[in-house]
């Protein structure tokens, strides 16, 4: 009940910052009612799920510091155990996304264990080899559809099925999706202020301090990497339901994952607000880049340029995001 | 018989090559401590750069070395004074990110500039042709020439690292930056020379391996990650390791080769199902992970 309470308390934060997300969130609830392009749903959804991958990512990559470029394979994990459970033996989404969960959470207590013996640059490189190896022997193990992946065909369903996610009209998945996002929000509103959480930064500032004061580091490390897999395995079942074919390359291939770290990077690692507002800025811009410039004849790449240097920009200017800017010039207003 | 050594030649081979490869990689690790994820695509670059001259002057794409080296060193110093410089004023973070960014800007360059289409060389002195070692085993001579080369470029950089006065001061600063800026030595452009000779070494393995390798603007992760693996193996930072384990590592890209020999030597049927030169290198990905966590310094690491 506690901890029920600190999900939904969000009294620390100023009044302005309250203000403005609600303001957001009504946007969010009203927004299908309104007339749109299928364009901007399609992004609208993408950001949705982009902000919850990045959630999870700020949970150890954010409060606990710990650069992880390999959250894709969870990604992988949760779309597969969906993918193959629906088409084999018809198993809804919501039997088998808790399933997915439990899955990616154990693959991600097996690798964690020796993955948190590494520090800094190692540990963000293992962290990209474990996600390419298990990468490659989906895309050559028959069971799951070797590299040509599992199709979900629409046609077996009856539309709306809600058991399967199986909608004709993204308006559906815009809610489902919009629905796992504030969760997502008072998860880890909840979090960041539990046991775990202040032991997680205080890692992030100081190991040595943190484990004099008597944290078990490596065990805090491993947990919140398993939180962080749990909200990145759920949106990865929700891919299945929704591209509704799923390949190695794409679910759980290394652009993924550094789209993810990314996000969370660009928007402010280590706040409430900094993924959301990184994938608020990415993703739009991402995809409106790339129809506009990638459509032209032999611009192929140019979106990823203009991309790439936004990317570099940040990190060389302002490597503590978009969140980090908004906070300095608070901070100078105060003054 | 055959079969096992001709795997093993080649992975002494092509294990030369990825020794240059890695080279770069833990030059600048060893000096400045932080992590080049763009380093496959620096040979992405070297290899259009072999290509573009031996295509454009029409002399062999083995002469094309120093062009290689010389386009290598440049965007390296580049790449230090124009980013990373003022990268690593941020946290590690973002450093690792910034470099990521860098990969992405250069791949996707190339991709605008160069298309998505493979390109390989056709012409020149050696390709085509092949010596026989007797046994069975025949060795393309591009591959030799190629490791050969890559063999002398790596002596000349370890030369230059350990027998000249500049090769001294970079090495101090690897040690201590702090120390060696009081005793006079410029470690800002230390860091811009380790870039130079990174890039250098790196894009005259590109020039090399493009005589036998086609080259397309997303060849550079594969490496990148190779280059990690070597430089694991051998110890972030420590040039003689980057050498032993870029041969141990292309004997794991061997392993397919020698997985047909078992087959066929052991005869047993439910190995020739499995799908081995698809995971070709799903290994070098499992041997870092495992070399990390098992020996984090590596075989010869000296820097923790």
């Known amino acids: ?335 | 018989m055959d079969i096992l050594i001709g795997s093993l030649v080649a992975g002494v081979l092509i294990g030369m090559i990825l020794a240059l490869v890695a080279l770069g990689l833990t030059i600048i690790f060893g000096v400045m401590d932080i992590v080049n994820f763009a380093h496959g695509e620096f040979l992405m670059i070297g290899m259009y750069t072999g290509l573009l001259t031996a295509q454009a002057t029409g002399i062999d794409p083995l002469l094309t070395l120093p062009v290689a080296a010389m386009v290598g060193f440049l965007l390296g110093v580049i790449c230090y004074y124009g980013f990373i410089k003022y990268l690593v004023r941020g946290p590690m973070v973002a450093q690792l990110l910034g470099t990521f960014g860098l990969m992405l800007f250069l791949r996707n360059l190339a991709l605008l500039i160069f298309g998505s289409e493979d390109q390989a060389l056709h012409r020149g002195i050696l390709i085509g042709k092949s010596f026989d070692l007797g046994m069975g085993v025949i060795v393309p001579a591009t591959k030799l020439a190629a490791a050969l080369l890559s063999v002398i470029a790596f002596l000349a950089i370890w030369l230059l690292m350990n027998r000249t006065k500049t090769g001294k001061a970079l090495t101090a600063t690897a040690l201590n930056a702090r120390g060696a800026r009081y005793m006079g030595i410029p470690t800002d452009r230390m860091n811009a020379l380790a870039w130079g000779i990174g890039g250098a070494s790196v894009t005259m393995a590109g020039a090399l391996l493009v005589n036998f390798w086609s080259v397309n603007p997303f060849v550079g992760i594969l490496f990148t990650m190779i280059a990690f693996a070597i430089v694991a193996l051998g110890g972030f930072g420590s040039v003689p390791g980057a050498f032993f384990a870029g041969l141990v590592v292309g004997m794991i890209m061997e392993i397919p080769g020698i997985w047909d020999f078992l087959t066929y030597a052991l005869n047993w049927d439910w190995m020739a199902n499995v799908p081995m030169t698809s995971l070709k290198y799903t290994f070098v990905y499992l041997a870092y992970f495992i070399i990390m966590v098992l020996r984090p310094r590596g075989l010869f690491g000296w820097k923790r």
């Open chain 1, 1 to 335: 009940m506690e901890t029920l309470k600190s999900a939904f308390d969000f009294s620390d934060f100023p009044r302005l910052d309250i203000s403005i997300a609600g303001i957001i969130a009504i946007f969010l609830l009203v927004f299908p009612l309104f007339s749109h392009s299928a364009f901007a749903m399609a992004t609208m959804i993408q950001f949705l799920m982009f902000s919850v991958y990045g959630m999870g990512w700020n949970t150890i990559g954010g409060y606990g510091g710990q650069v992880d470029l390999g959250k894709a394979q969870y990604v992988g994990i949760g779309a597969y155990t969906t993918a193959v459970l629906l088409i084999r033996w018809n198993i809804p989404f919501w039997f088998s996304m808790p399933l997915g969960v439990c899955l990616a959470m154990a693959w991600s207590f097996i690798i964690g264990y020796p993955l948190f013996r590494l520090k800094g640059h190692y540990f963000a490189i293992a962290t990209i080899a474990t996600s390419l190896v298990l990468m490659d022997l989906f895309s050559v193990w028959e069971f799951v559809g070797a590299a040509r992946g599992l199709e979900i065909s629409p046609i077996k369903y009856h539309y709306p099925d809600f058991w399967r996610l199986i909608f004709k009209k993204d308006i559906y998945y815009y809610y489902v999706i919009l629905g796992f996002f504030f969760v997502g929000i008072l998860y880890v509103n909840g979090f960041r202020r539990s046991r775990l959480g202040f032991q997680l930064r205080s890692i992030r500032d100081n190991e040595e301090m943190a484990s004099s004061l008597g944290i078990n580091v490596h065990w805090a490390k491993i947990k919140t990497y398993a939180i962080a897999t749990a909200f990145v395995s759920v949106v990865g079942s929700f891919h299945a339901c929704y591209i509704k074919n799923i390949e190695p390359q794409d679910t759980m291939g290394l652009d993924l994952s550094i789209l993810i770290a990314l996000m969370a990077m660009l928007g402010g690692a280590g706040s409430l607000w900094g993924p959301i507002i990184g994938a608020a800025v990415l993703i739009p811009l991402k995809s409106y880049l790339k129809a506009w410039l990638g459509g032209a004849a032999g611009l192929a790449g140019i979106d990823l340029v203009i991309y790439a240097v936004i990317i570099m920009l940040i990190s060389a200017l302002e490597p503590r995001g978009i969140w980090g800017i908004v906070e300095k010039v608070r901070r100078r207003r105060w003054q």
